[in-house]
């Protein structure tokens, strides 16, 4: 089993549209929960940083943690045709000898239409 | 130049060549990080230095050997590859190597192994 989940799509939306991406976990000892942002030919951007559960919001963005069930979420509200890129969930431990080691899903690519 | 650059962007390199990848931060961070992304896999931590000090190789085969002269700088030599390490190799860096610490990527260098 993986340590992390996460449908890669791809996933069409129209402009407008509410988006949800999803990832799921196995490892409990995570506690850090991000979303990057990786456009094309580009290197992942952080989008959203979350420690532990509970909501985030940044705008058009909403990131959501529910360790309980293990299912970290990011919700793109009225979606633009420059949101199209591929989102990438990644967590990590809390201290120890982690050295800061990030665990990613595998990606989902968001193709917006106008 | 500002953020994270990478050098060369594209290296197209033939099974017995000898060839080195060129990360420069521009952040003041302590910490620089190693990443490989394939094709349909989640992103792999490779190598992490902290302090020009290497803390974590992460089972990387001996034909990767990572360099980091300075805080600023991180060179991945690369020799007798195969045509599975084709791949972008992200270089990532943070102001730590702990849990809390913001990592940021570079663009990326594509690989070809022929």
């Known amino acids: 089993q993986k340590e992390v989940e996460q449908d890669p799509g791809p996933l069409s939306v129209p402009e407008g549209a509410i988006v949800s991406l999803n990832c799921t976990y196995s490892?409990?000892?995570?506690?850090?929960f991000m979303w990057y942002r990786q456009y094309s030919r580009k290197g992942p951007e952080l989008l959203m940083y979350?420690?532990?559960?509970g909501n985030k919001e940044d705008g058009r963005f909403t990131a959501q943690v529910d360790k309980s069930s293990k299912y970290i979420s990011l919700f793109i509200r009225d979606s633009q045709p420059s949101d199209s890129a591929t989102y990438l969930c990644a967590m990590k431990n809390a201290g120890g000898t982690s050295y800061g080691k990030l665990t990613f899903g595998q990606g989902t690519i968001l193709t917006v239409h106008p | 130049e500002t953020g994270v650059t990478q050098t060369p962007r594209h290296l197209v390199m033939g099974m017995t060549n000898k060839k080195s990848l060129k990360c420069e931060q521009h952040l003041g961070h302590n910490a620089m990080y190693w990443y490989k992304q394939s094709a349909k896999k989640p992103l792999e931590l490779m190598f992490v230095?902290?302090?020009?000090?290497?803390?974590e190789n992460n089972s990387v085969p001996s034909r990767f050997s990572p360099e980091c002269p300075n805080s600023s700088h991180l060179f991945l030599h690369l020799h007798t590859l195969q045509p599975e390490d084709s791949a972008l190799y992200l270089c990532a860096s943070s102001q730590g190597p702990t849990s809390t610490d913001t990592q940021y990527f570079g663009p990326g260098t594509r690989l070809t192994v022929l």
């Open positions: 490892n409990s000892a995570f506690q850090y």
């Open positions: 230095y902290s302090l020009e000090e290497r803390v």
């Open positions: 979350t420690y532990s559960s």
